[in-house]
C-alpha cells in the first residue's frame, strides 16, 4: 500500500528511522525525515482496522489526522498530504474514511493555516471526493454568490481539475501515511 511505497522510495534510511521511533499505536502519529522522497518530512501514523464500526473505528481515524496535523504545525510546515488512511489494507469504508479525513481536517483548519491535500487513488475514491468536492463547492458559491471567483462554475471546476492534475508532491513538504 501507501506505506510500503514511501517506505521503498525514501530509501533503506527510513527504516532505521522507523525502528528507532519505538513503534505507534493506533492513531499515534510520528515523524521521521524525509529521507529520498522530495518532502521535509514524514509523518507516521496507524489508521484502525475496520471491525464494523462498534470498536471506537472513528474516533481512532480521527485521531490519526489530528495528531499528524499538530505534529505538521509543530514542524512548521505550509502544507500535508494524506492518503485516506485505513481505506486500503485496513479496510475501512472508503466513503467513510473520506468523510472522518474531511471532517478531522476541516476542525483543524478553522483555527489553523495550512494546506492540507487528500491524495485519492482508486476510482470510488475520486467519485467519492467529485462529489464531497460538488457539496463544497455549492456551499461556496451560496455564501459567497461569486464575490471570490469570477470564472463561471463550469470552467473553475476544469481548472481546478487541471491545476489539481499538474501539482506533484515534489511541492509538498510533508506526507502523512
Not at 485505513?86 to 469504508?93: F, I, K, R
Not at 455549492?138 to 473553475?156: C, L, M, N, S, V
Request: charged share 25%; glycine share 10%; hydrophobic share 45%.
Amino acid at each position: 500500500g501507501v506505506d510500503g511505497a514511501i517506505h521503498r522510495a525514501a530509501g533503506p534510511q527510513l527504516e532505521a528511522a522507523c525502528k528507532a521511533l519505538g513503534g505507534c499505536k493506533t492513531g499515534e502519529a510520528k515523524v521521521t525525515e524525509g529521507f529520498d522522497l522530495p518532502c521535509k518530512y514524514i509523518i507516521h501514523t496507524v489508521g484502525p482496522v475496520w471491525r464494523g464500526g462498534l470498536f471506537g473505528e472513528k474516533r481512532q481515524l480521527t485521531a490519526c489526522y489530528q495528531n499528524a496535523l499538530a505534529l505538521a504545525k509543530a514542524r512548521g510546515c505550509a502544507s500535508v498530504a494524506f492518503p485516506l488512511i485505513s481505506a486500503a489494507t485496513n479496510g475501512y469504508p472508503r466513503a467513510m474514511a473520506l468523510r472522518v479525513a474531511v471532517d478531522a481536517i476541516a476542525g483543524f483548519l478553522l483555527e489553523n493555516e495550512m494546506e492540507v491535500y487528500i491524495v485519492v487513488f482508486t476510482r470510488e475514491e475520486v467519485a467519492v471526493s467529485e462529489k464531497l468536492f460538488q457539496a463544497v463547492e455549492q456551499y461556496i458559491d451560496d455564501i459567497y454568490a461569486g464575490e471570490r471567483f469570477e470564472a463561471p462554475r463550469g470552467k473553475r471546476r476544469q481548472a481546478d481539475r487541471e491545476e489539481a492534475a499538474a501539482g506533484s508532491f515534489a511541492d509538498m513538504p510533508c506526507l502523512a501515511p
